[in-house]
């Protein structure tokens, strides 16, 4: 899976190059997602601003990421979802797992401030 | 074929209780006030055309049992769940005594929420009714029969006057039940659990409960899909939100609104009705789960539309 890492003073993003998470593909995104967790010094931002649909499968690849940064005590967040990938988070529960933030530097303002300047300069 | 649904609530009754009540009714009055509701025609149409369907019933509390009628004269139901009190009081009083009827039961498994009316079953106790029990389950006769046994319960199972038979099924093969087409699956809960597929007249309903599903496990999520292909109604356990089910609650033998879709949407099944509802949840909470269930078939369909229902202690589909 093609995924963008943009690491910051503090906080690492990735951004998933994909329109679409299911059981093709779901498996390629957890692995994307644990290696991003390694990555991260403490904060993990996916820019979630590419995907029109994840399916239960996709869904359980990020809890899987959000178990294994936890105990890592790393914090992954999620941001810039669109309005039906939001919809299915309602749905599913999963925005009682994650904060959704609307944006990725509204993600690092409130988790990583002090990365908010570098991020505005790229 | 028509469904009846007689107990839909998972793991325990769940009475809606005198604080539940008194929160409908205030509601209902506030929502009545200056619309000069003066006869009982006007509060039902009131009720029907005003109130939501949390505001005005309840989605009830009984455990599972649900009873499939394929047009015979024999009596099909799926699980002895707190329900079948219910039904067994309707079918005394539609036949009422010295005319012997023959009930089929298809049991899910064991686990007490749906073996728990039984000692309740009034048929049981009249001489002449036949009261055949079919499962996958090994285990079914002697769960049926230590249920009936003191210190649990004061009737011996020795001492019911019907004639009651214990059927084996072997999950995949095909049996005729009751003038129906009967295979059974085995599936994902604790102690053992079996869905089966009703066939009769060229409909098709499944009824599985007490079942985990794994979204990350393709090969079976396509075996069930395949359990469920072009089914007419599916009868699924909804238990759980999804995010519950792959976490806190993962491996605790339940399922959610989100992978039924999912499922139902693979199968191409025409109907899907949430059942095995959390006992926790309040009417209010269940049919918010509807609606977005709902919602989530329509932001996510590719073929034909599949119907959700949500199942409630009375509710009847026609398929």
Known sequence: ?122 | MQIRFWGTRGSLPAPLGRQGVRRKLVNALVKAAGKGLDTPEKADRFCDEELTFAESSTFGGNTSCVQIDTGGSDYLLCDLGSGVREFSLSAVARHGPGQPQTYHVLLSHVHWDHIMGFPFFVPAFIPGNRICLYSCHPHLESAIRNQNHAPCFPVEFEALAAKIEFHHLEPGRAYDICGATVVGADQLHSNESFGYRIESGGKAVVYTTDSEHKPEDAESMRRVADFFRDADLVIFDAMYSLADSISMKEDWGHSSNVIGVELCQMAEAKSLCLFHHEPINSDEEIERILHETRRFEEITRSGAPLAVHAAFDGLVLEI
């Open chain 1, 1 to 122: 899976m093609t995924y963008e890492k943009t690491a910051l003073e503090g906080a690492l993003i990735v951004t998933p190059r994909v329109d679409r998470v299911d059981m093709t593909n779901a498996d390629a995104f957890k692995e994307a997602l644990l290696e991003a967790v390694g990555l991260a010094s403490t904060v993990l931002v996916v820019d979630m601003s590419h995907l029109d649909y994840i399916s239960s499968a996709g869904l359980r690849s990020l809890m899987i990421a959000h178990k294994a940064a936890k105990s890592d005590q790393k914090t992954l967040s999620l941001a810039a979802l669109r309005p039906l990938t939001t919809e299915i988070f309602t749905i599913s529960r999963f925005n009682l797992v994650f904060t959704l933030y609307g944006g990725v530097r509204e993600a690092l303002t409130a988790l990583a401030p002090d990365s908010v300047a570098q991020f505005d300069g790229l």
